[in-house]
């Protein structure tokens, strides 16, 4: 039996060129309106310094500055 020929319209034409994704729509940051080029600050639509203000770290969360305690130094 003979397989019939494709209906014209049903199958994909190929391509000329290479197939490039779409293009990235441009997200903005919700707080102060620049560009957001992260995966998670165009998840969250907030740029880091942004989320940093909205959303600063608990107090059972290690910073960067932290207080040491040391010994006086002699002759003070």
Known sequence: MESPEPLPGL???PTAGPLRP???RPV?????????????SRRT???PACDAKLHPPGP???TWRH??????????
């Open 60 to 62: 059972g969360i290690r």
């Open 22 to 24: 779409a293009p990235r």
């Open 45 to 47: 639509g907030l740029g």
């Open 28 to 40: 903005r940051c919700a707080l102060c309106g620049r560009p957001l080029t992260g995966e998670e």
């Open 67 to 76: 207080d040491v305690d040391q010994d006086p130094l002699p002759g003070t």
């Open 11 to 13: 199958t994909p034409e």
